[in-house]
């Protein structure tokens, strides 16, 4: 990313500096706004395409965006937007479906060291999931941060991750995923990276497409690119995050946030996830969107 579009983020707390754009608005007018549209949208008939457009328009115009760069954002609004649900509020999904991801990511689920480093703490996450099963002995160690990026040794890497680093963009992520599993003796089957130029029907069911194999296997996960405020309501900059759970009869996705200084884990809309992707990464000026990693294929599962 460049150093006008931070990436994760680059200014710790609320009250430091971050790149604004829109005028704000006020706290009630933004809970109002929120409020009709989601209640439009649960009416039905409501046609997948025309609901995706509107809650991407939702995520872009409602979020609260602060003015004037430099300056800190207002207060008095919630700490999460209208749609993100954070799991402590709602864990009903994982108390009666297998979550064969939330299990597997959950116990190393660690938030990044620094504001530019959501891809090394999103990996470190995967990579120590991945060696489920996997016969460790006591001179094993899990895969921290600095060990995984000591491993991988990559200069792009170390650059990106590095204080006031700007982080990496979504094909070197997919690069950085199979570098890292292969450091610690995985063998990736399926590493395939899919840019969300556009918010469609057609990009929807492609992504539920790949949630649902998701969901299904603990050999298997997604990681997403997205900006920050379609997802939270506040922050103009690029993140990484993994995916830890797909709750399919809701249509929302749990997001493990790694920036844990501020969240915790939480429930988006699978819609509002698609287009928090659907955005331009200003230093390649492609769109973002997500990684499917996965250790097997038709043939079987790698090492």
């Keep these: 990313m460049t150093r006008s579009e931070p990436f994760c983020r680059r200014v710790r707390g609320r009250e430091a500096a971050r790149p604004w754009r829109e005028p704000a608005p006020s706290a009630a007018s933004r809970g109002a706004s929120y409020r009709r549209v989601v209640k439009w949208l649960m009416l039905p008939p409501m046609r997948e395409g025309r609901r995706a457009i509107v809650l991407f328009w939702c995520v872009t115009a409602c979020g609260s965006a602060t003015p004037g760069a430099g300056s800190a954002p207002p207060a008095g609004l919630p700490k999460y937007a209208a749609f993100a649900v954070p799991l402590a509020s709602d864990h009903d999904y994982l108390r009666g479906a297998p979550a064969p991801d939330y299990w597997a990511l959950s116990p190393y689920y660690v938030g990044q060291q620094n504001d530019a480093s959501c891809s090394l703490a ?109 997802y939270v309501g506040v922050g103009d900059y690029g993140h990484i995050a993994p995916v830890g759970a797909y709750d399919e009869r809701q249509r929302r996705v749990l ?48 090492p």
């Design 122 to 230: 999103s990996l470190s996450m995967l990579v120590n999931a991945a060696r489920l099963g996997t016969r460790l002995g006591t001179e094993d160690a899990l895969v921290t941060q600095p060990l995984l990026l000591e491993r991988v040794d990559d200069r792009i890497w170390h650059d990106g991750v590095a204080e006031n680093g700007d982080g990496v963009t979504l094909d070197q992520l997919a690069v950085l995923a199979r570098q890292s599993l292969g450091a610690f003796g995985k063998a990736p089957r399926r590493v395939e990276v899919t840019h969300v130029p556009a918010v469609t029907p057609e990009a929807l069911e492609q992504l539920r497409a790949t949630l649902r194999q998701n969901e299904a296997s603990v050999h298997d996960w997604v990681l997403l690119n997205f900006h920050a405020r379609a």
């Design 255 to 302: 997001v493990l946030d790694p920036d844990r200084t501020w969240y915790e884990p939480y429930w988006v809309p699978e819609e509002v996830v698609l287009a928090g992707m659907a955005t331009p990464d200003a230093s390649t000026g492609q769109p973002r969107g997500y990684v499917y990693v996965s250790l097997c294929d038709a043939a079987g599962c790698g």
